[in-house]
């Protein structure tokens, strides 16, 4: 009797160990996920934008501009921005999401400019085209 007291006590314990943990409620004073998804995203364009042109010595003048133009844009603060990523990277669950919903964001950005840049070279392509044409 002992002993399946002890494999039910066992058993309660490692089920209540595994499988998902409560839902973390999220503080008004950190920015939502959608929000905040939306955000990577750009600090995303950001980065790659300042690593791939900005070379001077102003580089980080210049970025530094960039984010407070992106905070200004979502009505945040640098301060609340570090706060709501230090929150997230606590909560690996939730920045798995952010990230999640930024890939999609940052597909359909991608999908986007590939579209108008394919929609402007045929625009000029019928421009040469009827350029070429008597008239």
Same mark, same amino acid.
């Given at each position: 009797m002992? *002993? !399946?007291r002890i494999w039910i006590i066992l058993i309660i314990i490692l089920y209540s160990c595994s499988g998902d943990k409560k839902s973390v409620i999220i503080p008004e004073d950190i920015i @939502? $996920?959608?929000?905040? #998804? #939306?955000?990577i995203t750009n600090v995303i364009i950001l980065e790659g934008y300042n690593s791939r042109i900005i070379r001077l010595d102003t580089a980080d003048i210049k970025i530094s501009h960039f984010y407070n133009d992106l905070f @200004? +844009?979502?009505n945040i603060t640098k301060t609340e921005f570090d706060k709501s990523y230090t929150f997230y990277s606590e909560h690996p669950k939730l920045m798995k999401e952010i990230f999640e919903l930024s890939e999609k $964001?940052? $597909?359909l950005k991608e999908d986007r400019v590939t579209k108008e840049s394919k @929609? *402007?070279? +045929?625009k000029k392509k019928k #421009? !040469? $085209?009827s350029n070429l044409l008597p008239k």
């Open positions: 002992a *002993i !399946k @939502n $996920k959608e929000d905040f #998804s #939306s955000i @200004n +844009d979502y $964001k940052f $597909k @929609n *402007i070279t +045929d #421009s !040469k $085209k």
